[in-house]
């Protein structure tokens, strides 16, 4: 498995994160739903991004590995993205029209969100040029051995048909699809709990 540096971030950290997940979202069909244009996108996504997975950076679980392009933002049992933070960037940075189909779907999508403790992804990505080559699902399989050494179940949504391919090989399934007027279809996914060495 490759070595990944797990950290509470200093700025420099936190900030190549960012990047790294700019980069690797870029033609996402969910993060382009938000913004589909390419400047708003570089303008804005990186707060939006930070609004919804940077308390990882706060308690550090925040995974990077910056040499091979690849960034993952985990939450704790307890802890969740700060809805009102992501509310008030999408006010300011979006259409009212677009804040208004935002808002139905993001309702429909944290009504999903399961209840129990369990670990949460919100966020995981390698830049382009280093996708294929394994460095996205060692990041993934990193943080699920943090989840089965606590024997906890992880959730996560996939903002696309083949990422949840990638998330299905490791032991999620679809336990719901968030469908909404002009919104991206969003896969909720739940891995139950292991514990560690049982596979």
């Known amino acids: 498995m490759h070595d990944l540096l797990v950290e509470a971030p200093a ?3 936190r900030t190549t994160a960012v990047d790294i997940l700019v980069a690797a979202f870029a033609n996402d069909p969910a993060v382009r739903a938000i913004y589909p244009d ?9 707060g939006f991004l930070t609004a919804f997975g940077g308390r990882a950076f706060e308690v550090g679980t925040a995974d990077c590995d910056p040499e091979r392009g690849a960034a993952a933002l985990w939450y704790p049992p307890g802890l969740e993205p700060d809805g009102e933070a992501v509310v008030e960037h999408l006010a300011a940075t ?15 999508q944290a009504g999903l969100h399961p209840t129990e403790p369990h670990w949460y992804l919100p966020w995981i990505g390698v830049r382009p040029e280093a ?8 990041l993934l399989r990193r943080g699920l051995e943090r989840a089965d050494a606590a024997d906890l179940p992880v959730y996560l949504e996939a903002t696309s ?10 032991g ?19 891995r139950p709990a292991r514990t560690a060495g049982r596979g």
């Open 161 to 170: 048909r083949r990422n949840a391919a990638l998330y299905a090989r490791n």
């Open 94 to 108: 979006v259409s009212p029209d677009r804040f208004h189909m935002l808002m139905a779907g993001f309702e429909i």
């Open 38 to 46: 390419e400047h708003e996108y570089r303008r804005h996504f990186p």
């Open 11 to 13: 700025l420099p950290a």
């Open 131 to 138: 996708t294929g080559c394994g460095i996205g699902g060692a």
């Open 172 to 190: 999620f399934e679809i336990v719901g699809i968030v469908e909404a007027p002009g919104y991206p279809e969003i896969l909720a996914m739940w």
